[in-house]
C-alpha cells in the first residue's frame, strides 16, 4: 500500500514538472518588459527584429565555441578608445529603429569579412569588412571611395571634411572579435570624430545568446 502511494507521488509530481514545464516553453519572449519587436528596414523592406519565441531554443553552433586561440580571438576591452561610446543591444535597435524612420545620418556596419556575413547579420546593418579601411590591406582611392560615398566625409587624404560625417555604429563577431575594433581604430586614425563612432562590443555572440533576428548577408 505504502509502495504504491510512493509511485503515485512520484508519478503525479513528474506529471506536475512536465505540466509546469510545458507552460513556460509557451511564455512569450519580448525584447524588453513592453516591446516585443523592432521594426527595420534591411535592403529596402521592412523587417522585424524580435527574439526566438520557442523557450527551449539554444545558442547558434557557429557561436558556441568558447577557447578560440588569442592571439588574434583576444578579449577586447569594455572602452575600444576616447570618446568611442560602447553600447548594447537596445542601443543598437534604437539606432536601427531611427534609420527605418528615416534618419539618414546613421549608419550600422557589420565589420566582418563577407564569410562570415553570409552566415548572418543584424537587420538593417551593411556590411564594410575591416580589411575595406586597413590602410595595409585596400588601396587610398577605394577607403576614399567609401568614405565620401558611405560616410559622407568630404575633402580628400589630406584635407577630410567630417561636418556632415555619419554616426557609424559599428559590430562584428563579439568581444573576441577584433574586425570592427580594427575599423574603427582605423577611422580614428583618418581623423574621423570619435564621438560619432559607436560600438556594439557584443557583436554577433550577444546578438545570438539574446535569440534576436538574423538575416543572410550578402555576399
Same mark, same amino acid.
Given at each position: 500500500?505504502?509502495?504504491?502511494?510512493?509511485?503515485? !507521488?512520484?508519478?503525479?509530481?513528474?506529471?506536475?514538472?512536465?505540466?509546469?514545464?510545458?507552460?513556460? *516553453?509557451?511564455?512569450?519572449?519580448?525584447?524588453?518588459?513592453?516591446? %516585443?519587436?523592432?521594426?527595420? @528596414?534591411?535592403? &529596402?523592406?521592412?523587417?522585424?527584429? %524580435?527574439?526566438?519565441?520557442?523557450?527551449?531554443?539554444? @545558442?547558434?553552433?557557429?557561436?558556441?565555441?568558447?577557447?578560440?586561440?588569442?592571439?588574434?580571438?583576444?578579449?577586447?576591452?569594455?572602452?575600444?578608445?576616447?570618446?568611442? *561610446?560602447?553600447?548594447?543591444? !537596445?542601443?543598437? +535597435?534604437?539606432? !536601427?529603429?531611427? +534609420?527605418?524612420? &528615416?534618419?539618414?545620418?546613421?549608419?550600422?556596419?557589420?565589420?566582418?569579412?563577407?564569410?562570415?556575413?553570409?552566415?548572418?547579420?543584424?537587420?538593417?546593418?551593411?556590411? @564594410?569588412?575591416?580589411?575595406?579601411? =586597413?590602410?595595409?590591406?585596400a588601396d587610398p582611392i577605394s577607403i576614399g571611395d567609401i568614405m565620401e560615398e558611405k560616410f559622407n566625409v568630404g575633402g580628400d587624404d589630406d584635407n577630410r571634411d567630417f561636418s556632415k560625417a555619419k554616426?557609424?555604429? %559599428?559590430?562584428?563577431?563579439? +568581444?573576441?572579435?577584433?574586425?570592427?575594433?580594427? =575599423?574603427?581604430?582605423?577611422?580614428?586614425? %583618418?581623423?574621423?570624430?570619435?564621438?560619432? @563612432?559607436?560600438?556594439?562590443?557584443?557583436? +554577433?555572440?550577444?546578438?545570438?545568446?539574446?535569440?534576436?533576428?538574423?538575416?543572410?548577408?550578402?555576399?
Amino acid at each position: 500500500m505504502i509502495r504504491a502511494m510512493s509511485v503515485s !507521488l512520484v508519478a503525479a509530481s513528474l506529471a506536475f514538472s512536465v505540466n509546469i514545464f510545458a507552460k513556460d *516553453e509557451n511564455k512569450p519572449v519580448g525584447i524588453s518588459a513592453d516591446v %516585443m519587436n523592432v521594426e527595420v @528596414i534591411h535592403d &529596402g523592406k521592412k523587417t522585424k527584429i %524580435m527574439r526566438v519565441q520557442d523557450n527551449a531554443n539554444i @545558442i547558434n553552433q557557429a557561436f558556441a565555441k568558447t577557447s578560440r586561440p588569442c592571439p588574434p580571438f583576444c578579449i577586447q576591452p569594455a572602452v575600444l578608445a576616447p570618446g568611442v *561610446e560602447t553600447i548594447a543591444e !537596445l542601443e543598437v +535597435m534604437d539606432y !536601427l529603429s531611427k +534609420m527605418a524612420n &528615416g534618419d539618414d545620418t546613421i549608419l550600422v556596419i557589420d565589420s566582418r569579412t563577407p564569410d562570415w556575413v553570409e552566415k548572418g547579420t543584424i537587420p538593417g546593418a551593411i556590411n @564594410i569588412p575591416w580589411t575595406s579601411l =586597413n590602410a595595409s590591406k585596400a588601396d587610398p582611392i577605394s577607403i576614399g571611395d567609401i568614405m565620401e560615398e558611405k560616410f559622407n566625409v568630404g575633402g580628400d587624404d589630406d584635407n577630410r571634411d567630417f561636418s556632415k560625417a555619419k554616426t557609424l555604429v %559599428m559590430f562584428c563577431n563579439g +568581444m573576441w572579435c577584433g574586425q570592427s575594433p580594427n =575599423n574603427i581604430k582605423s577611422l580614428l586614425k %583618418m581623423g574621423y570624430p570619435a564621438e560619432k @563612432i559607436k560600438w556594439y562590443r557584443g557583436g +554577433m555572440q550577444d546578438w545570438e545568446v539574446l535569440g534576436l533576428t538574423t538575416v543572410p548577408g550578402k555576399k
